[in-house]
């Protein structure tokens, strides 16, 4: 666990990569940015990504701006939540938790009106991938995150 946050510590940039195979309401984009990462206290880490959005079929590139909040629960549970109304009324997203020494997984899908939101981390050399699947009655998403301790993230 220590290794994992000392790696989110150390990230720099994401790159991002959503799609759907639906097409009543989701969505396929891509984007990238940078992401500063600072923590508050010793089990907290914060992550501001500020960055482009791209959608498919588009000259035109749009800002995308998040704030997500790793909590450490224990050595091996991670809540992640999401802090688009600020960090008193933060939004649930789940909790992670530890699988083997280079993955984590949520514990259970995630509840949002009518869709389950579920994710997997993978932790690999100066990067994390973090995988979102949101499943419902019009949606069939996947959204992959790339987290980078480089500065200039270049998906391979």
Not at 6 to 34: C, M, P, R, V, Y
Request: glycine share 4%; charged share 20%; aromatic share 12%.
């Amino acid at each position: 666990m220590e290794g994992f946050q000392e790696t989110l510590l150390n990230i720099q940039s994401f790159f991002f990569q959503a799609t759907t195979t639906k097409d009543t309401q989701g969505w396929n984009a891509q984007g990238n940015g940078i992401v500063t990462v600072s923590s508050p206290k010793k089990d907290i880490i914060i992550f501001e990504e500020s960055g482009l959005l791209t959608l498919p079929n588009q000259q035109k590139q749009f800002k995308c701006h998040n704030v997500y909040r790793w909590t450490f629960e224990t050595e091996k549970r991670i809540k992640l939540e999401h802090l688009r109304f600020g960090e008193e009324n933060p939004v649930y997203l789940f909790h992670l938790v530890y699988q083997d020494t280079n993955t984590f997984s949520s514990i259970c899908p995630h509840i949002c009106d009518k869709d389950l939101y579920t994710a997997h981390l993978q932790l690999a050399p100066r990067r994390i991938v973090l995988v979102w699947e949101i499943k419902g009655d019009t949606k069939n998403e996947r959204i992959e995150y790339h987290y980078s301790t480089t500065k200039i993230f270049a998906p391979h």
